[in-house]
């Protein structure tokens, strides 16, 4: 079995693509939540994160301390009825793959932390002081790599790692509704013209915009399926559902915090 050698320079350039990995391939859909969230907080630190470190990314009302000892599962009063409904199912999922591992069901943060060690998502390297580090596995797994998903749950996932493909292209589309530093709410344009935007050809940017209508935030005059690849179409985007929606990732703070906008959806008191 090779050895793990801790990266010797990750750079704010190599945090911030594994963030972003993390947050393409599927980790926002798992539960619970801190699943995603250490790994986000391993991502952050600069020489592998400590437990000390991991403490921010568990933080909310009812553990204002970042204590990973405490509960990794939310009071399902606090969820909304979707989320409600869910629950049981989600902690029997983490079970399954807690078991995959030979660990006991997820309780704790610890709990969580363990099994993304056991699973190979992130490493632990103790320093020369005995200090446990967690630094990432490099690219960022997607969580059917990891875990026994099942056939619901992975074909959402297959899908995932499709539009991935796409996603850096509509993220250039995106760009053109802020050209200025102002949000336009419409973007005249052709799948010819945006092809040559994202460098790429129509299909690509037909597949693009489907990502970004699929969203839900975005939304096109006329239908793509067929659609010349001159043909002129508006874009429009409803930016208070883009707002809700979507995950913002501006990078590091100054005191060395990821600064991450979460979408209302999925932000937590």
């Not at 859909?29 to 995603?36: A, E, I, K, T, W």
């Not at 391993?42 to 000390?52: D, K």
């Not at 052709?190 to 489907?210: F, M, T, W, Y």
């Not at 703070?253 to 209302?264: F, K, N, Q």
Request: hydrophobic share 35%.
């Amino acid at each position: 079995m090779a050895t793990f050698e801790p990266p010797k320079n990750w750079t704010e350039q190599d945090r911030e693509h594994y963030l972003q990995q993390v947050m393409r391939s599927g980790w926002t859909r798992m539960r619970p939540y801190s699943l995603l969230f250490l790994l986000l907080g391993v991502g952050i630190a600069e020489r592998g994160a400590t437990p000390e470190d991991l403490k921010r990314g568990v933080r909310n009302a009812d553990n204002p301390e970042g204590n990973l000892d405490a509960s990794c599962w939310e009071d399902p009063e606090d969820l909304d009825d979707e989320e409600r409904a869910q629950h049981a199912t989600h902690v029997e999922d983490a079970e399954r793959y807690a078991a995959a591992y030979g660990r006991p069901p997820l309780r704790t943060h610890t709990d969580v932390l363990d099994l993304l060690v056991a699973a190979g998502a992130i490493y632990e390297v103790p320093d020369g002081t005995g200090v446990a580090r967690f630094y990432p596995k490099v690219p960022a797994p997607a969580p059917a790599d990891v875990f026994p998903l099942d056939e619901e749950e992975a074909a959402v996932q297959r899908q995932l790692r499709i539009d991935s493909a796409y996603e850096g292209d509509s993220y250039r589309i995106i760009e053109l509704f802020e050209p200025d530093g102002k949000r336009h709410e419409e973007v005249v344009t052709s799948l010819d013209r945006l092809a040559r935007l994202i460098k790429g050809d129509p299909h690509d940017a037909r597949e693009a915009v489907r990502l970004l209508t699929e969203a839900g935030d975005f939304a096109t005059s006329l239908d793509l399926d067929g659609l010349p690849s001159h043909k002129v179409f508006r874009i429009r985007c409803n930016w208070d559902r883009f707002d809700q929606a979507r995950i913002g990732i501006q990078g590091m703070t100054e005191d060395g915090r990821l600064s991450v906008t979460l979408p209302s959806e999925l932000d937590r008191p």
